[in-house]
C-alpha cells in the first residue's frame, strides 16, 4: 500500500507538470507557459509561506500554552520523537465541529490544530490517533506537495484564462493558428482535470498520513475510531470554513450530504468507509 500510494502521489505531480506543459504551448507558446507558471508560483508561492499564520487565523485558533493541555502536549511531544522530527506547535480552535489539520513549510513552523469540539467528542487514545496522522503529513512534507500542485493547478487556470480572454478579444484569426473554438474548449476545461488530478493527489495523500499515523501509534484502530467518529459528528455540525481552507483537515468540514459515485471525483477527502478499512485491513495482514 506504501509503494502504491507514493507512486500514485509521482505520477499525479507528474501528470499535473506535464499537463501544465501541454496546455501551455497549446494555449499560449512558451509565453503563455511562461507566464502561468509564474503566476502560479507566485500567488501559491506567498501562500505557501505564510500557511502556518494563514491556516491559524483563519481557524481563530491560539496556541495551547504550558500548563494547559499538558497531556496533549505530552502526546504530540512523544509523537513526534517516534517520527524523528521536531514537535510541532500545538494550537486549539473554539470550533465546536471535531476536527484538525496540520500546517507550515518545514518540521520548525509546523504547526497542529485540534478544535475544542475534537477534544470532547474523543477520548485521549483517538486523540492520539488523530495527532498521529497530522504528524505523519508533516513528516511526509504534504503541505510542500499540496503547495507544488496548487501552485502547477493555479498556473494552468492562468494560461486558460489568458487564452480565453485572447480568444475573446482580438484573438488570432490567421487559418494557420489553432481554431478558436478549440482553444476556447481546451481553455474551460483544462483548469477542471488540473482541479481533478489535484483532489486526487489529496486523497492519496490523506490515505498515506493514516497509514504513517497508525504506524507512529503501533496501532490503527485508535485512528479508524476516531474518524469514524468524527465523519459521524462533522455532518451534524457545520464549520464555516473558506473552502481552500477544507483540504488540510482530517476530514472534509464542509461535508453534510452523502455524496454520488460521480460526485466524488470532486471529493478532497477519500470516503471514510475505505480509509478504515485500509485502516483494519492492515492490522489484519499485521495480525496474519
Known amino acids: 500500500m506504501h509503494t502504491s500510494n507514493t507512486l500514485k502521489t509521482v505520477v499525479l505531480l507528474s501528470g499535473l507538470a506535464g499537463f501544465m506543459v501541454l496546455v501551455g504551448t497549446l494555449l499560449g507558446g512558451t509565453t503563455g507557459l511562461v507566464i502561468g507558471l509564474l503566476f502560479g508560483l507566485g500567488i501559491v508561492g506567498a501562500s505557501y509561506w505564510s500557511s502556518d499564520k494563514l491556516a491559524v487565523k483563519a481557524a481563530r485558533a491560539t496556541e495551547v500554552a504550558p500548563g494547559q493541555l499538558d497531556w496533549l502536549r505530552e ?17 486549539i480552535s473554539p470550533d465546536p465541529q471535531p476536527n484538525a489539520f496540520a500546517t507550515g513549510r518545514n518540521e520548525k513552523t509546523a504547526v497542529v490544530c485540534v478544535t475544542a469540539g475534537l477534544l470532547q467528542v474523543l477520548d485521549r487514545s483517538e486523540v492520539r490517533g488523530v495527532v498521529a496522522h497530522e504528524v505523519a503529513h508533516i513528516r511526509n512534507k504534504d503541505i510542500l506537495i499540496g ?22 478579444f482580438g484573438g488570432n484569426s490567421d487559418d494557420d493558428g489553432p481554431n478558436p473554438a478549440v482553444t476556447m474548449l481546451l481553455a474551460i476545461l483544462a483548469p477542471m482535470a488540473a482541479g481533478l488530478m489535484q483532489m486526487a493527489l489529496s486523497r492519496s495523500r490523506e490515505f ?13 484502530r485508535p485512528l479508524a475510531s476516531a474518524l469514524a467518529k468524527l465523519d459521524r459528528t462533522s455532518k451534524q455540525i457545520p464549520m464555516d470554513v473558506d473552502p481552500a481552507h477544507a483540504t488540510a483537515y482530517i476530514v472534509n468540514p464542509l461535508t453534510g450530504r452523502k455524496q454520488a459515485d460521480f460526485a466524488k471525483l470532486f471529493m478532497t477527502h477519500p470516503p471514510m468507509e475505505e480509509r478504515i478499512a485500509r485502516l483494519l485491513g492492515a492490522r489484519t495482514q499485521v495480525a496474519a
Open 147 to 168: 503547495s507544488i500542485a496548487a501552485a502547477v493547478a493555479t498556473a494552468i487556470s492562468a494560461i486558460a484564462n489568458l487564452a480565453l480572454f485572447a480568444g475573446m
Open 75 to 91: 502526546d504530540l511531544a512523544t509523537i513526534a520523537r517516534r517520527a524523528n522530527m521536531h514537535t510541532p506547535r500545538l494550537f
Open 208 to 220: 498515506e498520513a493514516d497509514r504513517i499515523g497508525a504506524e507512529l501509534l503501533g496501532d490503527p
